[in-house]
């Protein structure tokens, strides 16, 4: 996590607990005692509720918008529309949604365990943090001493800048996998196989344009030559910004 990106919300650098992204969790046992504010909408937030709760002095959970509980089967027609729906996005340039956003919340195995718990009584997003706590626009005010951002991935396509491949809404418009703007470019675990649904496809189709753009591309001059390039941009991924929650961006 960038420490630079905590200036978003006012009063991050006085706190005075510990501060960490989903990516850095590592189980129940280190939360023993402690009383956590779980921040994010999706499952990631609900798996961390699922086993700190019970272990851990007290818990809370944030979220910018009221969760979305999906009580209907989430068969297979139901994940090739959210995959559609994520896919529209990208397809027109447009930086993706996080999947939840188009999901909502299943009652998968860790959903019913932090429910059973009592540990999904969601709380709007908080709006500064201070040494002690977190306090939200009314005055009200929760002591607690961690702080878990489980706020999702930002794409780490950084290193991609100079290929200038991004459009003027802010996102890499791509057809299935492959990058409009340079078609030797793959892209896997960008928008719509950011997640579980869309990722086994996802690997399938890179790997036949692979091989299509190998098999049928004149091969330029040696001192020209440009390999394709697969680029898997979730996982590694960087972790969202921990403010990305807060209700002037976007949250998971």
């Keep these: 996590m ?19 992204h ?15 504010v779980v921040v994010g909408g999706g499952t990631s937030a609900a798996h961390v509720l699922s086993e700190i709760a019970g272990v ?21 027609d139901a994940r090739r529309e959210a ?19 188009v999901t909502g919340l299943t009652y998968s195995t860790v959903v019913r365990e932090a429910l059973a718990k009592g540990a999904l009584h969601r709380r709007p997003m908080f ?20 702080i878990v951002w489980a706020t999702g991935f930002r794409s780490a396509l950084d290193h991609l800048a100079p290929l200038r491949l991004r459009e003027p809404g802010g996102g890499i418009r791509v057809d299935g996998t ?20 869309g990722a086994n496809r996802a690997g399938r189709m890179a790997a036949r344009e692979v091989h299509r753009l190998l098999t049928t591309t004149p091969a330029p001059p040696a001192a020209a030559l440009a390999p394709s390039a697969v680029t898997f941009a979730h996982p590694p991924a960087t972790p969202a910004p921990e403010a990305a929650a807060s209700s002037a961006l976007p949250a998971a």
């Design 83 to 101: 995959v559609a729906m994520v896919e529209d996005r990208v397809r027109a340039g447009l930086p993706p949604q996080s999947v939840v956003a």
């Design 178 to 197: 492959r990058v409009v703007r340079d078609p030797r470019v793959q892209l896997v675990g960008y928008g719509p196989s950011a997640s579980t649904i």
């Design 127 to 146: 709006r500064r943090i201070t040494e002690t706590g977190v306090e939200w626009d009314d005055g009200t005010f929760l002591a607690c001493d961690t």
């Design 2 to 20: 960038d420490p630079s990106l905590l200036a978003v919300l006012p009063g991050a650098a006085t706190f005075a607990g510990r501060r960490l």
């Design 56 to 76: 851990a002095a007290a818990t809370a959970w944030v979220t910018r918008r009221p969760p979305v509980f999906r009580d209907d089967d989430f068969g297979e």
């Design 22 to 36: 989903y990516a850095d969790y590592r189980g129940p046992a280190e939360f023993a005692g402690r009383r956590v």
